[in-house]
């Protein structure tokens, strides 16, 4: 039923470039991973720092893919429901352009400058600084359409969910604003740097990406308010309450005090019950057992439990581990944000499941290597081919993603 729904859209894939250019983003920003981990082998140019190829690597794949693609699907949400493309629909379909554009732009001067400002004429500008406020500014935009044409989708399930996502892209934007401030009014405030960087770092990834994935399982398994068996306002209100009070997680542990610690236990806690809890609706319904959307719904569950434990567990046992945070962020962003892509582009063509199940086997063996970086993985079968493995996992999701586009445009051929 779910997919005689979905493929019953005439909608579904309109304005083509915007996912492509998305899609080539997520390539684009998976070499500059792959390239990191070649230079955790020393196989990297002289004049590229492994810092700053990291942070073109991370921005590229925030700026480019993590937002561009959820923001499309919610836009096409608002398309099939107003029959055609509002001017709500064009401001959307502008700011994802603007957002992408600016993205990219900025890519270069992270992966060669950082942070760093750069010779412009007379003048140093912070160029990557300055285009990733524009990329921001651009969310705002989407925003702004979102509200234009928000009547379309009155009665909608996920509609609150989506409401919170969007809340949440605004309010990470803050603490990113925050931190520029911050460089220009107290930089010796180490502390307040740090904690205006992972506001925005938890905002976004506990906030906007979890609360958008909420939003396109609730929507696409037809979850409806007769699966719940308490309010899911809880649940969401759980999640918003406890997702920006997780930002102590990423500071380091010399700057963190107790009360910063508790803080970040309880958000996590309290965020991590609402996610497990709308996960428990989807068990419930019996949806999840699907062949395509049982991999999101699986690692969207092994997140929320490592959460929940990082929440009661000794603090010792995932400070001191800065791989354990790593891997919790794949299992999030490569594992749930990409698969839940992926599963709604599988829904609305003719390619294969048998290539989306390729590009899951791939980020299940990218996830397995990055394990082998924690402190979890027994030393006993440590060794320096792990950093060769890690390489190995990085390249894999790439490949079979440029596998599964190529699938795509030729069904999309196949239609004109």
Same mark, same amino acid.
């Given at each position: 039923m779910?997919?005689q ?20 983003c997520? /390539?684009l920003a998976? =070499? &500059? ?8 082998m ?7 720092s ?9 921005? =590229?794949m ?21 029959? $055609? %493309? ?5 401001? %959307?379909?502008?700011?994802? &352009? ?10 270069p001067?992270?992966l ?9 004429? *007379?003048?140093?500008? !912070? ?16 925003v /702004? $359409? ?11 399930e996920?509609?609150p969910?989506m409401?919170?996502?969007?809340v ?5 934007s803050f603490?990113a ?27 976004f ?12 399982l609730?929507?696409? +398994?037809?979850i409806?308010?007769?699966n719940?068996?308490?309010s ?8 918003a309450i406890?997702? !920006? =009070?997780?930002?102590p997680y990423g500071?380091s542990?010399?700057l963190l005090? !107790? %009360? ?6 309880f $958000? ?15 068990f419930?319904?019996?949806?999840w ?12 569950? +092994?997140k929320?439990?490592m959460?929940l434990?990082?929440s /009661?567990? !000794?603090?010792?046992f995932?400070?001191?581990d800065?791989?354990?945070? /790593? ?16 599963a709604?582009?599988?829904?609305? &063509? *003719? ?5 989306f ?7 299940l ?11 979890v993985w027994?030393r006993?079968?440590s ?9 190995l $996992? ?11 586009w ?11």
């Open positions: 779910i997919e729904n979905i493929s019953s859209d005439n909608n579904y894939l309109s304005n083509q470039w915007l996912w492509h250019a998305s899609i080539a997520f /390539v998976g =070499l &500059t991973g792959f390239l990191y981990r070649l230079g955790m020393g196989w990297v140019p002289g004049e590229l492994l810092g700053n190829i990291r942070h073109a690597h991370s921005h =590229l925030f700026f480019g893919w993590a937002v561009p693609l959820p923001l499309y699907i919610i836009m096409q949400k608002v398309i099939n429901q107003t029959k $055609g %493309m509002t001017k709500g629909a064009v401001w %959307m379909k502008y700011s994802i &352009t603007a957002i992408i554009f600016f993205g990219l732009l900025a890519y001067f992270f060669f400058y950082g942070y760093r400002p750069v010779a412009f004429r *007379s003048a140093t500008l !912070p160029l990557s600084v300055i285009f990733s406020g524009f990329v921001m500014i651009g969310w705002y935009g989407f /702004v $359409g979102y509200w234009k044409s928000r009547t379309a989708l009155q009665g909608d996920s509609l969910w409401d919170g996502a969007l949440f892209l605004v309010v990470c603490g604003w925050g931190v520029a401030v911050i460089q220009e009014l107290a930089p010796q405030s180490h502390l307040l740097m740090k904690s205006m960087t992972h506001f925005f770092l938890a905002s990834t506990e906030g906007w990406v979890v609360l958008v994935l909420c939003t396109i609730i929507s696409e +398994l037809e409806s308010v007769q719940w068996w308490t899911p306002h809880f649940a969401l209100g759980a999640i406890g997702a !920006p =009070l997780t930002f500071i542990e010399s005090t !107790p %009360m910063l610690l508790g803080t970040a236990r $958000g996590g806690g309290l965020a991590a019950i609402g996610l497990l809890l709308m996960l428990a609706v989807v419930r319904s019996g949806k057992n699907h062949p395509i959307w049982i991999w999101p719904v699986a690692l969207l569950t +092994l929320g439990a959460q434990g990082a /009661v567990v !000794p603090s010792s995932w400070l001191s800065p791989g354990l945070r /790593v891997l919790y962020l794949h299992i999030l962003l490569l594992g749930g944000l990409t698969l839940s892509a992926f709604w582009f599988n829904n609305r &063509t *003719s390619v294969s499941k048998s290539f199940h390729l590009i899951g086997v791939a980020i063996v990218t996830l397995i290597t990055l394990l082998m970086f924690t402190g027994s006993a079968l060794g320096a081919w792990i950093v060769d493995a890690l390489a $996992g990085a390249i894999l999701p790439i490949l079979t993603v440029l596998v599964y190529t699938m795509l445009i030729q069904s999309q051929r196949k239609k004109v």
